[in-house]
């Protein structure tokens, strides 16, 4: 693991170390003379850094999204750290251990893929095992699957984390459709599995997590369609009528038109899909939310995704036990 | 079993039957003439009658919601029958089979009503399981929770639906929280038990669906944060806090100030009861509109609970497989 | 052409004709005895038919969207005229002349696709170029192409409707990169002949206008983003990034996610091309809106495209001049 | 009165004060040392406070919402005052005079709870004025109605603000009665008395207003229903149409689903009393507004309640004045 | 007053009568012979008439708007009264009250003009008051102000609806200002006076209650803005900032951009008014609502205006006294 | 030209310039001190100033939008220039020239008004030709139309920017009266040259963009529909129609009720001019956006007129072709 990490910054040190290159610019200070400044980061934060004499060198050769290797003082101005640089360089990959950039899932990524072509595996309907399985084996789309978090801020908002919600959609689908058993559960695990499937493309989240141009020109959902519809075409006898049944779920998941889809759930599953990944999006933005403190003591911090704040319950009904503790024993005394 | 039922009144025929008076009035004539016009109905359906002369005495003691014997021809008008009175009266209690007038869950209430309380005996939290266990002991309640419609058209608008619904939430809520482990499944099954409770007095069911004043005046969700309310006041020891989190989860389980909940969830549990309890009333109202025909093959009736219609999955799937037969039929030939 | 069309239907008539069959089915009389009931249209309007005896075997043969050979009465039944139906049978291919039962541009279709042919190979831009030519080539395409309305009640709701509607944006598409020279002319008339295409399939349009149920749950612009793609990918060395850009103008030229766009227009020509697509569709829509009389001598019937009715310009400032000849007159008297 | 406020802190100056902790927290330093971070007030406004070393015993017994006493030296920093501790404690309650700490409306509140309690007895209706006597007379009541704010920052934000705007109700349903005899006064009454009533327990606000936990998970309109419910439950005979008439008011006082209302009035006295409570709110926020002065001459600050800024109409009216007379003069020379 | 009023036409009859024309025109029977149709009305509602033979030199005399003398008799079709006409002619002007044709405000029209013009000498501000008494007192305005409707049918429908809503906001502001004493009294005058001043033009009430093809493009607040500005501009130095003011209240009156005002209320006294003036309306539009039977004893009729129905509060309350009436009968018993 | 733009000021120089005070007030230090402070700027930007001592004598003469002369020394404040005043005085009018202080269009604005009055001159229509000229030959219309910005931020917000939108206007009202023969030319071209009059006093501009009290009292619309009204009446013989017609596409113009328009096109010229209008307004919105850089290669800056930001088109394209020659370049080595 690298040090020092950006949180640790201390007021005065000087230090070494590697970080990724946010943004670069030269500006003129107020008397004129062009300086260097930089936003470097890393998995725990982001400090301001500014070299103010023979830069241009060095400068030449580093670009936004480069990691380099950095020398400087620390100290603080408007009272946060901010990096007076001395030298730097581009660093060499095998300096760079990308888990120190980016905040990662919990939980193995390998043992997820596992589960989920294991998932895969069990489905009854030849021609949805057949799609996903072939999806699913594509050595890029795994080797991308396996790193793509689930958005940029909302909710598994971390490496690893659209495996995360899709592995859980899996287990999700499974209840649910032995609760309803009008539910096709082929049909909800092939949503599920291929839901997002866009956003391995629509997302950049090699060295920190962002969209991509095409990202934001066509999103997930348009670029699944197409990616989905390719795979089927490859697959010899698919039928006509199943393919628009797996695109319609796909772009109906997001439920209303303000969401971006460009319908609306017209089939049973699609419906039930959507409130499934709404629910574990929302879960899991409740769970972000409370793992923050926003400095009260009942509540968690304030989660954009929902616009709300979340009791932290446990927290909440142990005061009155505490007081009822109190009180018993007052009672008793 | 009650006949004619309304539905089955053919052209020219002389019946004599029982109906519920749904609406009864004096209108007059395009001549002046006053006459009698009422609207009759079974679980079938309703149809309009009119009696012209000497209907002054019969009339004076029949109101909306009573049970009524009536001879009477059925005649066409404008297409649809009509019933021509002769004579009638209200019907005597023995004479009449609620059931013949209204539309019924198809599961057992009373099996149903045992399942409930099972889902409320196994609970581990000593003071939800002794209110929830108060409430649904209740003679009252548990006699009209036996016979409540969850709604007046939405979904579960039949006897036994309300009951239909709350059941089905509580298997859900524990499919949920195997899944979700931080969820609090006792609160969950509260909620499901207590989320409606207010629909008892909301709506009235007796021999039609529909809204009391009061439902009208003040809502289920007023009306059973109070009932739930005072239920746990007589429980004594029951913990402040923990009275707060109930009644926060009861009004804000419509999950949007739009559907009348004047909080917006803040509590995980709150959030995850309001996507099963939109979850399995969505799946009911799915099932309504497929069990419906509006004359196109491959699509159910419209739904206004929804707004839209649905696809016949099977239908649909099915014909491809009918012209892929064909084809391959014709492909050997 | 056909005779009789419905709108000539006069009482008491006995008539021989043919229609296309737009509802067919079996309903019970009040006395419950079976009868058949067919509503029956061609491009004048519709009128419903019934059948009392003996029409088991004629029924079986027929189903939606036939045309039949009919013989009946016309009775008046509710002011409006009714077909008591004698015989009937399917026609034969030979017999129908479609335009009798589809309202029709009424310009030329082949001259309006040659002139779009004209408007593509002139197009500067050698991609875009192949591009569409490549479609607007293809014989089924075009085939499609000359009959498709633009819509089924909106505006250009007729057969060639959809080729007016592009045809008139290429030349506005034109005029309006003049005006402003920052726009790329050939994106902008690449999104003119492309943006509908989905509308081809979306859409039926053999016998009456009506949607597909491919074309309900994945709607034209999902279909055609897939069909453009399919045919750039089969362009060797088409550029990626162009592909994209024609992709976004194509999902996001509703203009708005409540239209079913799923991605905002960001590029400038998207932005333009989503009004001049707007303003076209409006103009049409007013245009159809003042071609209805709706009782009012200034104004048009209620356009429920546009959700308001439109002035009579000219009628409205004659009145003025009438008022004002009569007064001048007046005057000189 | 206390010295020095905190508006009143000048650069350099050595204080010695007392003030209510709104934050409480330690910090790290850059450099990795920990320090005691608060933010101080009283009713004038609030001021950063550090302490840099040996605060641990210190600030082991003071917690948010304490008052202390302090010690310490004004700097500024970033152009504002801050306070740099020497030492501090827990005040004594005899050391706190709390009007010192919130702002108070200018009127007499206990001349005020007297006209309230005026209106009260003036009432007609026996059962109205027999529930509300009994509210308003009980002992904690009446306490926390002399200092509940209205609100925390739309309207009437001050101690005693909450009884301002309610005589201020009175006075207005009385004038609005005579205005529209159809009016039922008492009705109007007991709205005004009651419809805020939740309020005393949503809000907290014995040293700084804010809202209190179970203020948020329910609202005033749900506690003030439930505690309204119980009076009128101990009030032997006390209509139960009657009980739901004040409850519906109750509920449907914010006059619209997305202000927090359950239901819509639909009882006359409900939609006039909605109306009237709107109009004081906004009366209350036009002032307060007016009050503001953010550099503009003829405008006031912008009210993040009304959305928008109020003109000053004197100041506006007299330029025109101030112009005319300099025109006049101008014209006499 | 006329005989017969269309509500009380009887099958059978053979009547003479005089009726307004709302519509005329020559329609072709399904035998493809023409006949002639009009609706004619009166106060009490409308009745559709017919003509079968030889009506073309009658019928030429005749356009909408006119009012005729008919003989025909009235014939029962679909269960509704219609005119068989046997002869009619356009009626002579001695022949018509007007008061027969259109509902009426039940106060005195000209009472209430002097009662407004009372309130226009009592103001204080000498350039208001000359303002309102310019208009006030102009012939024309006059004689249209005692006539014109409030609205079409939201609200004060009825000849001298107008002027009884505007008598009615004066004592109203002058409650109001009391009240609130920084509120100008006679901006409130005048803003009661004058905001609804355009109406007079924007709606046609000679002999039924409509829109002028001027009122529906440019609406009464456009319209009174401008005749306002033009009556101050005729006043010799009303001063210019007073004449903005005045202009304000009056194009924000309606509050709300989505409900026509091209601004908000940004003056304290154009807010107050937007509320008096909304208040009024509903008031008048409750009044309505109520006065219309439905067929539901607690309810009133469902109020467009207000998006809901109302409660009958003595109906319901009464219910209660009679039950409990009964209740202690059986007590005593 | 003037020297130094507030671009320029660099940090320690002593400079003498002008001017224009944005802002002016007197505040007090936390030492309670009073000291001088101002905001001033020049069409580059705005910077602050302080004068601490014996500014008591020269800050009496100077306001608001005076141009100024200064002496001072500019320091560094929180990374911002700040002017540190010696001495100030009102600038003369000679000194100034007030291109220094406001953005301009780069077009000729003589020229382009020159175009304008070709094009009005170029009418067929006599009554709208006589209006347009009348009102554009005004010399103080002519000489604030030369300098009115069309708005203070969404688009062409500069000196000149008015004219240049509605001179842009005019020609594509032009080429579109070409594409839809059934629009009137004269009409659009009318509604081109004064849908926007109204700005000419609803913004200020001599030194600063903003708003005028009556603007913001106002708006633009109800503004001109007065002042063009007023233009009409004077024009003898003007066909009342005529004029309602050309109010009608004024208030109009911005097709929504949300955006200030109290009526909706219902016109056919008032609903294409405002889509004219409202593309005109956006490309320029367009073209602003992408002329500012955020940093993001391919991405113009946010547009908050727009809600988004833009693609750079030609760079995305750009870096495909870069790609491929080297690519191509890679595939011949």
Request: with cysteine.
């Amino acid at each position: 693991m690298k040090t020092p990490f950006v949180k640790d910054l201390a007021a005065e040190q000087v230090i070494t170390g590697f970080f990724l290159v946010h943004e670069k610019e030269i500006r003129n200070a107020n008397n004129g003379k062009p300086y260097l400044r930089m936003e470097l980061g890393d998995r725990s934060g982001t400090v301001e850094a500014r070299m103010w004499d023979q830069f241009d060198g060095m400068a030449k050769g580093v670009s936004r999204d480069d990691f380099v290797k950095v020398q400087g003082r620390v100290e603080i101005y408007r009272n946060r750290p901010q990096l007076l640089l001395m030298q730097f360089r581009v660093a060499r990959p095998e300096e760079i251990d990308l888990g120190d950039f980016l905040p990662h899932t919990k939980f193995d990524v390998e043992l997820m893929y596992r589960e989920l072509l294991g998932h895969a595996e069990g489905m009854q309907n030849p021609w949805l095992r057949q799609l996903v399985l072939k999806i699913l084996c594509d050595a890029e789309v795994a080797r991308r699957y396996k790193r793509a978090p689930a958005a940029k801020v909302m909710h598994h908002a971390y490496i690893g984390g659209l495996l995360e919600h899709v592995v859980g959609l899996c287990g999700l689908a499974k209840h649910i459709a032995v609760h309803y058993p009008e539910l096709d559960v082929d049909l909800l695990l092939t949503a599920a599995m291929l839901h997002d499937l866009g956003k391995l493309d629509e997302l950049c989240y090699e060295r920190a997590i962002g969209y991509t141009v095409e990202g934001q020109l066509l999103g997930h959902i348009v670029m699944e369609v197409e990616t989905v519809g390719q795979a089927i075409e490859g697959i010899v006898g698919f039928p006509q009528q199943l393919k628009t049944v797996v695109q319609h779920i796909l772009i109906s998941h997001h439920g209303e038109y303000e969401f971006g889809s460009p319908k609306l759930p017209m089939i049973r599953e699609a419906l039930a899909f959507h409130y499934l990944d709404d629910l574990d999006s929302k879960m899991a933005a409740v769970r972000a939310a409370l793992a923050m403190d926003a400095g009260e003591e009942e509540w968690s911090a304030f989660s954009g995704a929902l616009g709300r704040k979340f009791l932290r319950l446990e927290k909440y009904l142990a005061e009155e036990e505490k007081k009822a503790g109190t009180e018993s024993k007052a009672a008793k005394e």
